[in-house]
């Protein structure tokens, strides 16, 4: 966030994250988003509340933050080696007009074949239990992703060039450089920016 420029401070809100039966994970991380910025609606005096949730999907499957540590070594297993997916929603509210702009950002994720011995480790460090499908990309230890597509910074929580479309759609300024900014200071050459920022759905 501090890449924007914006002056902002974090306010948080408490929400039920039980996903509703039968919803999918696009269904299920939009509404948490959502449900975050109006929960923070009457309690921000600022022109505009952002939200952000990301899950992770193993197919159906939504798989958020940990239980317990026996809960994130069943989760990584279960996703080692294999092909995921990993979405993000943006919800921003006008709180003057009330008007609410929503974006999604999804990622394919491969994991690597890692040992039960690397779980165990990486689960005793602490790292994956405050994280959406127990694992967080740029751990540069445990280092549990062979490859991905799409947005980089979505895997890691926040999708900047998204967050450029929803402040398009609300007429709040924002720099032309922030992709630059972000794929700088991430180290990554992003393949989907100039889709994403064109209005194509990437990313």
């Given at each position: 966030m501090s890449w924007t420029g914006w002056n902002f401070h974090v306010l948080a809100v408490n929400t039920d994250e039980t996903p509703l039966p039968?919803?999918?994970?696009v269904k299920y991380v939009t509404r948490l988003a959502e449900t975050k910025a109006q929960a923070a609606y009457s309690k921000a005096s600022h022109a505009f509340i952002l939200a952000a949730d990301t899950t992770v999907a193993d197919g159906a499957l939504i798989l958020g933050k940990p239980a317990d540590a026996i809960d994130a070594a069943a989760v990584l297993k279960r996703l080692r080696g294999k092909e995921h997916a990993g979405f993000t929603a943006l919800a921003m509210l006008e709180t003057e007009t009330g008007r609410l702009v929503k974006e999604l950002c999804s990622s394919h994720i491969q994991m690597r074949n890692y040992s039960d011995q690397e779980i165990a480790d990486y689960v005793t460090s602490g790292d994956p239990l405050d994280k959406a499908g127990a694992y967080a990309i740029q751990n540069p230890k445990f280092r549990p992703v062979e490859h991905f597509s799409g947005c980089f910074a979505n895997v890691m929580g926040l999708p900047l060039c998204h967050l450029?479309?929803?402040?398009?759609?609300?007429?709040?300024?924002?720099?032309?450089e922030l992709p630059y900014t972000c794929q700088h200071n991430l180290r990554y050459d992003c393949p989907v920016s100039k889709k994403i920022l064109n209005g194509e759905e990437a990313g």
């Amino acid at each position: 966030m501090s890449w924007t420029g914006w002056n902002f401070h974090v306010l948080a809100v408490n929400t039920d994250e039980t996903p509703l039966p039968g919803e999918d994970p696009v269904k299920y991380v939009t509404r948490l988003a959502e449900t975050k910025a109006q929960a923070a609606y009457s309690k921000a005096s600022h022109a505009f509340i952002l939200a952000a949730d990301t899950t992770v999907a193993d197919g159906a499957l939504i798989l958020g933050k940990p239980a317990d540590a026996i809960d994130a070594a069943a989760v990584l297993k279960r996703l080692r080696g294999k092909e995921h997916a990993g979405f993000t929603a943006l919800a921003m509210l006008e709180t003057e007009t009330g008007r609410l702009v929503k974006e999604l950002c999804s990622s394919h994720i491969q994991m690597r074949n890692y040992s039960d011995q690397e779980i165990a480790d990486y689960v005793t460090s602490g790292d994956p239990l405050d994280k959406a499908g127990a694992y967080a990309i740029q751990n540069p230890k445990f280092r549990p992703v062979e490859h991905f597509s799409g947005c980089f910074a979505n895997v890691m929580g926040l999708p900047l060039c998204h967050l450029m479309r929803i402040s398009a759609h609300l007429r709040i300024p924002i720099p032309a450089e922030l992709p630059y900014t972000c794929q700088h200071n991430l180290r990554y050459d992003c393949p989907v920016s100039k889709k994403i920022l064109n209005g194509e759905e990437a990313g």
